[in-house]
Nanobody, 117 residues
Framework: QVQLVESGGGLVQPGGSLRLSCAAS????????MAWYRQAPGKQRELVAT???????NYTDSVKGRFTISKDNAKNTLYLQMNTLKPEDTAVYYC???????????WGQGTQVTVSP
């Protein structure tokens, strides 16, 4: 069982920055892949960024060059640094983890990000 707790969301003006955090209840070494997803009102949940256990990262095109996914293994924490935020980034952001052995998916409760003047 892996528990994920997100934090760091909030209201920010266009062009601003936020850093989301996702604290995992287990060592990140037991996790195969971690990722951030988001879901805007009336839209399907979409993959924003992934980070493999080997350190490989991938981003959806709309956030490339603006968002950075990273992790601190000592703190069992995943981050999403979001810069140059746009109103279309407004969504609930979810942390996701895939267990290394079971390949089971785990989700956090989500954190709201609102980009508005």
């Amino acid at each position: 069982q892996v528990q994920l707790v997100e934090s760091g969301g909030g209201l920010v003006q266009p062009g601003g920055s936020l850093r989301l955090s996702c604290a995992a209840s287990t060592s990140t070494f037991s996790i195969y892949r971690m990722a951030w997803y988001r879901q805007a009102p009336g839209k399907q949940r979409e993959l924003v960024a992934t980070l493999s256990s080997g350190g490989n990262t991938n981003y959806t095109d709309s956030v490339k060059g603006r968002f950075t996914i990273s992790k601190d293994n000592a703190k069992n924490t995943l981050y999403l640094q979001m810069n140059t935020l746009k109103p279309e980034d407004t969504a609930v952001y979810y942390c996701n983890a895939v267990h290394r052995i079971t390949r089971r998916n785990y989700w956090g409760q989500g954190t709201q990000v609102t980009v508005s003047p």
